[in-house]
T-cell receptor
Framework: AQSVTQLGSHVSVSEGALVLLRCNYSSSVPPYLFWYVQYPNQGLQLLLKYTSAATLVKGINGFEAEFKKSETSFHLTKPSAHMSDAAEYFCAVSDLQNQGGKLIFGQGTELSVKP | DAGVIQSPRHEVTEMGQEVTLRCKPISGHDYLFWYRQTMMRGLELLIYFNNNVPIDDSGMPEDRFSAKMPNASFSTLKIQPSEPRDSAVYFC??????????????FGDGTRLSIL
């Protein structure tokens, strides 16, 4: 079965520092991959998606992610953290093995940004 | 553009009462998903519909939970009778394609449910 693993349930960085949120997936076929962000008391919002057009994907708010097939990874990065980036981040993979429809979500990583 | 609209935003009720959560998907989207989010279990898919037809309800926890989609613009998730362990944030999401079509899901702001 397909799965998504997010390494680290909590990540803390200083304002202006690099943000790196890790995501590894398991899939026997090239997947579609997504990063979502959830701010307090809100639903999930799409940050970016990988659809095989390019391995480096740029999203909103300065985030980007790189698809590495050899490492089965899709890590999310941002060069310089801002206080407003504090939120929970979810990696998700399309469920291509079970007649589709579903996204498989990771457990989420809470990002804290220190002043 | 209007996003996914959920109501109510907050619901507090007593154990044993019937609870109905409502969702209006984005117009033109033919997939609708119901999720539950808790600290302990994270984000769980309960059920999803395609063209108003339930496709996968394997995530529905018990017979106390039921979901309907009478038309393309409205869905309900009902809990009867409710129990304290049902307390969670319930999200509705919609999409214009299945997972294999790479279309993202658009989420509502959720209903925060507290069962006393």
């Amino acid at each position: 079965a397909q799965s998504v693993t997010q390494l680290g349930s909590h990540v803390s960085v200083s304002e202006g520092a690099l943000v790196l949120l890790r995501c590894n997936y398991s899939s026997s076929v090239p997947p579609y991959l997504f990063w979502y962000v959830q701010y307090p008391n809100q639903g999930l919002q799409l940050l970016l998606k990988y659809t095989s057009a390019a391995t480096l994907v740029k999203g909103i708010n300065g985030f980007e992610a790189e698809f590495k097939k050899s490492e089965t990874s899709f890590h999310l990065t941002k060069p310089s953290a801002h206080m407003s980036d504090a939120a929970e981040y979810f990696c998700a993979v399309s469920d291509l093995q079970n007649q589709g429809g579903k996204l498989i979500f990771g457990q989420g990583t809470e990002l804290s940004v220190k002043p | 553009d209007a996003g996914v609209i959920q109501s109510p935003r907050h619901e507090v009720t007593e154990m044993g009462q019937e609870v109905t959560l409502r969702c209006k998907p984005i117009s033109g989207h033919d997939y609708l998903f119901w999720y539950r989010q808790t600290m302990m279990r994270g984000l769980e898919l309960l059920i999803y519909f395609n063209n108003n037809v339930p496709i996968d309800d394997s995530g529905m926890p018990e017979d106390r939970f039921s979901a309907k989609m009478p038309n393309a613009s409205f869905s309900t998730l009902k809990i009867q009778p409710s129990e304290p362990r049902d307390s969670a944030v319930y999200f509705c999401a919609s999409s214009s394609g299945a997972g294999w079509s790479n279309q993202p899901q658009h989420f509502g702001d959720g209903t925060r449910l507290s069962i006393l």
